[in-house]
């Protein structure tokens, strides 16, 4: 499986401001993807980051408010824009290989509005 | 609309003791299937997953997951309990089919509690 780090591991934030996270995999994978886990519950698929183009956002996300780059086969961020304290959660990237079934994840970033 | 169902929110066991963790999920084709475990503080991790073939499928840890089709069930279970798998599981279905290829659906898990 495919080592996956995450920038930064943990950040608290003003209201108002933005937070890029990153998400570097030690190997090229064909599918990234980032989702958003609040408190005390599941994990919620925000988008799917797609090398060369533009990133899938599932619904009740836009790309104002999450903003996603994937430059190359190995990186990949994604921007909470204008934070307010309902942003806080743990944010997540995964990875998966040409087989697409398996998902793998980074360790997160947890994230305090304030 | 796929989903995934874990019944049971919080579970408490004694070290030595078995374990089931349910999961029933909605899906309509043959689905692909994942449990994850979270520890606290850290990212998910991949115990085991179901593509096909043989219904029981062994994972890492010690852990082992049955495929019931008729059931639409893919339970989680271990033998004996170690205290170090107090964490939070998470089992999922992963969308193979349309625009959400690739996709997991997760459920919203069961934290699991180890008494000495």
């Known amino acids: 499986s495919a080592v996956i780090s995450q920038k930064p591991s943990r950040d608290i934030c003003q209201r108002g401001t933005s937070l890029t996270i990153q998400c570097q995999v030690d190997s090229q994978v064909t599918m990234m993807f980032w989702y958003r886990q609040q408190p005390g519950q599941s994990l919620t698929l925000i988008a799917t980051?797609?090398?060369?183009?533009?990133?899938?956002?599932e619904s009740g996300f836009v790309i104002d408010k999450f903003p996603i780059s994937r430059p190359n086969l190995t990186f990949s961020t994604l921007t909470v824009s204008n934070m307010s304290p309902e942003d806080s959660s743990i944010y997540l990237c995964s990875v998966s290989g040409q087989g697409k079934e398996t998902q793998y994840f980074g360790p997160g970033t947890r994230l305090l509005v304030l | 609309a796929q989903s995934v169902t874990q019944p049971d929110i919080h579970i408490t066991v004694s070290e030595g003791a078995s374990l089931e963790l349910r999961c029933n999920y909605s899906y309509g084709a043959t689905p692909y299937l994942f449990w994850y475990v979270q520890s606290p503080g850290q990212g998910l991790q991949l115990l085991l997953k179901?593509?096909?073939?043989?219904?029981l499928v062994q994972g890492i840890k010690g852990f082992e997951a049955e495929f019931k089709r008729s059931q639409s069930s893919f339970n989680l279970r271990k033998p004996s309990v170690h205290w170090s798998d107090a964490a939070e599981y998470f089992c999922a279905v992963g969308v193979m089919d349309g625009g959400s290829q690739g996709n997991l659906i997760f459920g919203k898990g069961t934290k699991l509690s180890v008494k000495p």
């Open positions: 179901y593509f096909s073939g043989d219904t």
């Open positions: 980051a797609n090398q060369g183009s533009e990133a899938t956002y």
